[in-house]
């Protein structure tokens, strides 16, 4: 039996009112689950049938009965089922459904200039699953819980954009997993991998020598960071502040093993308690500091097609933050340039947690909280991937218009998220508690519909791949 006359067995009716929606009966076969495609087909008013490609958002099923539900009516298909218009839907009092195949599933991507294939439909492993790269140019939140494949996944996705698109990113990787970025898979294709030996990837160390150290240069922080960085704040320690303010002219900064001596012999009270301040936070002894090599700004600038920051090499857990602050502050700064750039985020929480208050971290959240309101006219284009939802700041995550969902299966995680991206089927969502590892969920502008997705193979070598427990042989 062929698959179009298996569909045609498992046909069922449908009716659509408004042009929009439709109900439907009958059915089987995982295309009539949720996020699965159809054909509806109606001959309303005459001889002549009208094909409409629809989307599955409910099912309900009772035992011995026929399944029942509910979808929504992507547009029509015209000249012969070879073209989707999504501007035309028509109402109708009967049509019979089927699964659609490939060929008219991939009629969605129809009008894209560039798609990134990124795996296949999670209900048919033939059909293959597209973001649409242009869509980029916006916040995308990506989240499921730990070991549900984000990180893998997002590097899928990143790898995509490398080839397909002159899209500069920065990466913020925690946990080096992304630090293989150059070298490509033993899998890849030839094309692949001279596609991405061409891309211009920096990978940026705390221990790498230069040029490819993570440094950042002190005196190039903004006043607040600065401050954040003393955790001083200008009134409550106003004489340190101001200390500080002028420390370039009194103790001069290229050298930090100079600083709390020059602070000393200054000998003020105020420069006294300044250099106890920095013996006690440890601040010259963070290997963050540039100290004559190039800082991550300077590098930044010159726009690499990827550039990896590896966050997880430093000693202090406040290197990280201020690698991040120096980023995005001098990327604001420089906003009216309005130079793209996609900003991910991997770990997010660990940045933009609204429970985190050393000054530090409010720091850099404040600048993400403002990014995600503003950056997007100037091409600041955030990226942010979180196994906590909640531990992001929410007014971060309300400004997200794609959405990546891998395995979650809290529900009050899921509800939240239902709260917030309304425009992703109940149904779908609530599948994400069912997913396995490598199976996420994609809506928002950079899907023609939300899409279940079965994520393809990586291009490049993953970093951070899990340990395993070593045993006993012979
Ligand atoms: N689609 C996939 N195919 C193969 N291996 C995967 C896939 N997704 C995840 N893994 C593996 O599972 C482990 C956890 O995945 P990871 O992406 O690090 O999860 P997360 O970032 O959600 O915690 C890693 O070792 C990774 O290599
Ligand atoms: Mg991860």
Redesign the pocket.
Known sequence: MSDEDRATRQSAAAVSIDGRHFQFAGGTGSRFEPGGLVVLRSTDGGEEETDQLGQVEEVAVVIGGAPQGSGRILGLLDGDGRHLDVRRSVPFGSATIRSADARTAELLYGDAATSLPIGSFLASQDIPARLLAQRFNRHTFWC?Q????????LGVVLEQLLLHTALPMVIFDPNA?FVHMRQAHPAATTDARRALADRDIRVLRPSSPSPDALRVRFLDLSLRAKAAVFRLDPLDDRAEHNELMHIEDTVGLVDPARVVPGLVERGTPAARDLAARTENLRVTDWSVWAQGLAAVTDILDSRPDATVLDLGGFAYPEESLVVALAVLDDLWAKREQRRPLLIVIDEAHNFCSPDQTSPLHVAVRERIVQIAAEGRKFGLWLLLST?RPFRVHPSIISQCDNLAL?KMTSPVDLAELANIFGFVPPAMLARASRFK??EALFAGGFVPAPTMVT?G?RLTR?G???VSVPLRTG
């Not at 730990?146 to 996944?153: F, L, P, Q, R, V």
Request: a negative charge.
């Open positions: 499921g730990s070991g549900s494949g984000k990180t893998y996944a997993d196994q891998m590892q490598g994520m193979p993953e951070g791949a899990d």
